[in-house]
């Protein structure tokens, strides 16, 4: 075994000792999915009010709606009784921050001497906007049903509020 990893493995055993949610069904509960960002700042389940099972969390970096995301939505709805979905950026987001992929691009390639051209990063400095147009990414998708309530807000991680953006 890796020892950077030691003290997750020590970690879960813990867990694992008080473990109480293998009865849980694969389905959202609540019939909810959540698309955020993969910041650690963010508890997708306690600022939401909801426990393990009540919802389907799909994270990445900027809480983008990409095609992998709209693959994942279609297979939740489909197959884990997901019928409501809430796109849910944040503030102090990096991928927000920047003036586009191409800064990050540069930043890897100056900090760590990698050149990342190959990805897309999807950054976008104007996050509300960049927000808006992934919510009519998900009411748009001809995989979807049309009917699907979709609805945005922006955690702020300063407070833990949820401000909801209207299309």
Do not use: W
Not at 3 to 22: C, I, K, V, W
Not at 109 to 116: I, S
């Amino acid at each position: 075994m890796n020892s950077a990893f030691d003290d997750l493995f020590t970690a879960n055993a813990e867990y694992a000792a008080d473990f109480r949610l293998g009865g849980l069904a694969p389905v959202a509960a609540r019939g909810l999915a959540v698309v955020t960002c993969m910041d650690s700042r963010i508890e997708p389940l306690q600022t939401l009010g909801l426990t393990p099972g009540d919802a389907k969390i799909l994270r990445n970096a900027g809480a983008r709606v990409t095609d992998d995301t709209l693959r994942t939505l279609v297979l939740a709805v489909y197959l884990l009784e997901v019928d409501r979905v809430l796109v849910m950026p944040h503030t102090r987001c990096k991928m927000a921050s920047v003036s586009g992929d191409d800064e990050v691009h540069d930043l890897i390639e100056r900090n760590h001497g990698v050149d990342t051209r190959s990805l897309e990063f999807h950054t976008d400095s104007d996050q509300i906007g960049a927000l808006r147009h992934d919510l009519e990414r998900v009411r748009h998708h001809p995989l979807l049903p049309r009917d699907l309530p979709v609805a945005g807000g922006r955690y702020d991680v300063d407070t833990g509020r949820v401000e909801p953006i209207e299309v």
